[in-house]
């Protein structure tokens, strides 16, 4: 029986202030500051789950994303000193890697044993590397790699390396997009609240800021992503505060592609003392992202951050992707993540079907991915 000819059980909860929401999701009224912070402080998470599975089959019906990807980080050496960080290092400190531009185009050649279709670029703001040497790596991969997508550069990198180039950051964007880099991930967001970035990364651009890049991306034709770090010293008001400003700035530009909600793993950050997410937090995150969000197309359960397991599960919670192979994460695993350092295509696809969800394999820009072994085209 497909989907839509299930029949679809009636909403029903024992939490009341649930009921005007719930009512709000059927005719697809959007959600207030209010009605996020009762989503966040129910206790009945499969009422909060059907509202936002409701939401997500309405848009994706039964399927679920997923992509062919490598992670390229090219250095860990970052003049900010981020407490929920366990990737960055000062330049001299033990353990620090830069990688010259061969060894990263090389890094990149792995990735095509599986066919990858995008390269996700991210990693520390060095004091010294040239705003150059980051164009030279991405012309260099378009150059050798031309078929593969290139995401690269959070708003937080952007930003700096504006500044590092001497440049406005639109001029630093068109020079980006000269060079190589088709869109934005969407790290470094963090929680915008001043009172939370003070404590956990007071020295990257403010929330404000960030927002701002991420528009100026937008304008400039580049889509992004946007993440929200959850699971830390955050109250349930500081995730509603987030999720509305990033709803804000998608009416104005509609550049946002998808949102990505990721658990602090606080090993090997000066916020050890913290405990981990639970599954209950990680599950309930994904729904009101999806109820929230309303103008944000997709929401992903990044398997890395919440175990392949999680993101599982919160395909019938909301989220409608779960990441992809990705290959070589460092920066999560720096802070203790124990999930496999990636994936095969067929474990995304068994991960997926045993959801009961329909596995779909996009490019970046979510268009069908048809593939033989060792190559690929893209549905345009
Ligand atoms: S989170 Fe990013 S900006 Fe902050 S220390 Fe880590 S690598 Fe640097």
Redesign the pocket.
């Known amino acids: 029986m497909s989907p839509s000819s299930r029949p679809r059980h009636s909403f029903q909860t024992d939490d009341p202030a649930l009921v005007p929401i719930a009512r709000k999701v059927e005719v697809g009224e959007r959600l207030s500051f209010d009605d996020g912070l009762a989503l966040y402080r129910s206790g009945d998470i499969l009422a909060v789950g059907w509202m936002a599975n409701f939401v997500r089959e309405k848009m994706h019906g039964n399927i679920a994303y997923f992509n062919v990807n490598r992670h390229i980080n090219p250095t860990n050496v970052?003049v900010?000193?981020?407490r929920?960080?366990a990737?960055?290092r000062k330049k001299d400190a033990p353990g620090t890697y830069t990688m010259a531009l061969e060894e990263a185009w090389e890094t990149a050649a792995k990735g095509l044993t599986e066919a990858v279709t995008e390269f996700h670029i991210v990693g520390?703001?060095h004091p010294d590397l040239p705003f150059e040497y980051f164009m030279d790596l991405v012309r260099g991969l378009k150059t050798r790699y031309p078929k593969v997508h290139i995401k690269a550069f959070t708003m937080?990198e952007v930003a700096f390396l504006a500044k590092r180039g001497k440049m406005t950051i639109p001029a630093a964007l068109q020079r980006m997009k000269a060079a190589g880099v088709d869109s934005c991930p969407g790290g470094?967001a963090e929680i915008f609240a001043d009172r939370v970035r003070h404590i956990i990364?007071d020295h990257?651009i403010d929330g404000g800021e960030w927002l701002e890049t991420a528009a100026m991306a937008h304008r400039a034709g580049l889509r992004s992503n946007a993440t929200m770090l959850y699971g830390h010293i955050e109250n349930d008001e500081d995730r509603v505060d987030h999720l509305l400003k990033l709803r804000a700035v998608q009416d104005g530009t509609g550049g946002f592609q998808t949102f990505i909600p990721l658990a602090f793993h606080p090993d090997n950050t000066a916020l050890a003392h913290l405990p981990k997410s639970t599954g209950m937090m990680d599950i309930k995150q994904i729904a009101v992202s999806r109820l929230m969000l309303d103008n944000f197309p997709h929401i992903k359960s990044y398997w890395q951050m919440v175990t392949p397991k999680m993101a599982q599960i919160s395909l019938r919670f909301g989220a409608d992707d779960i990441d992809g192979t990705v290959i070589e994460e460092k920066i999560y695993h720096d802070a203790g993540a124990t999930t496999p350092q990636g994936m095969r295509r067929t474990d995304l696809v068994r991960l997926i079907t045993e959801a009961g969800r329909e596995p779909f394999e996009r490019d970046t820009m979510y268009r069908a991915v048809t593939r033989s072994e060792d190559s690929f085209t893209v549905a345009v």
């Open positions: 970052c900010a000193s981020c929920l960080c990737f960055g520390g703001l937080v470094g990364c990257k």
